[in-house]
């Protein structure tokens, strides 16, 4: 009988009945990292992958279930949200490729002469600091849903797990969609419009309820919380660069 390695219960059991831990019995490798990183992201079994299938299917259903305590089966939120800005921006690497460019080379303008004024300055900035404006788009988000469904029973804090979960995969759009964009410059016109409309789903998904009344709150919600969010990321940047 050996001690388990990670909470030091005495088993001769493959895994520990107390942590769960599988017995190590080798020292780590490089080929154990790679394959605890392949199961992390591709296993059928991952929390990461039952987030990914159900914000497709049923992103309402997720937030509600992970705010009853089914928080085991599904990635948490803010980590969701780091993964996917992290595929965000590296997608944007390999593709060298800046959305303020690209609206700007879009509009007619040559690079090498564009203007430089605060506008797009704080553009440029915000978008290579996304990762740090977004969860205000979040938190503003939430209380929106606050106002504008005030009936449901969930609590500020529960409201910004979902709006979390949400942002999240309008990043991971934003990260699919940039490469189709490249090939197919008309999907810029596309992408954001398809971003919004998820964003919509995904509150009309979370209450469930008087759909037709439920998806022009959800419109209106999306709006005005995606104006705040822009008035005071960009007013903000403008004010300080």
């Known amino acids: 009988m050996e001690s388990c390695s990670n909470c030091d219960h005495n088993t001769s059991e493959p895994f520990c009945p107390s942590c769960g831990q599988k017995r190590i019995e080798k020292r780590l490798s490089i080929g154990d990292i790679i394959r605890d990183g392949l199961s992390f992201m591709f296993s059928l079994e991952s929390p ?14 997720l937030s509600r279930e992970f705010i009853a305590g089914k928080r085991k089966y599904y990635y948490k939120p803010f980590q969701y949200f780091i993964f996917t800005v992290l595929l965000y921006f590296a997608v944007r690497g390999l593709l060298d490729f800046d959305p303020v460019d690209n609206v700007m080379k ?3 303008h040559k690079l090498e002469n564009m203007p430089d004024n605060p506008s797009i300055r704080a553009g440029h900035f915000l978008s290579r600091n996304v990762n740090y404006f977004l969860p205000v788009w979040a938190l503003v988000m939430a209380a929106f849903d606050r106002l504008f469904f005030y009936k449901s029973p969930y609590n500020y804090a529960e409201r910004v797990t979902h709006t979390f979960y949400a942002v999240a995969h309008y990043v991971f759009f934003g990260a699919l969609l940039t490469p189709l964009t490249i090939i197919i410059p008309f999907m810029d016109h596309l992408k954001y419009p398809i971003m919004a409309l998820w964003i919509i789903y995904s509150i009309t998904s979370f209450h469930n309820r008087d759909y037709v009344w439920t998806i022009i709150k959800a419109l209106v919600l999306a709006i005005l919380s995606f104006a705040v969010y822009v008035a005071i990321t960009f007013g903000s940047v403008v004010l300080l660069i």
């Open 48 to 61: 990461l992958w039952h987030t990914f299938v159900m914000l497709f299917k049923n992103p309402g259903r």
């Open 106 to 108: 879009m509009q007619g």
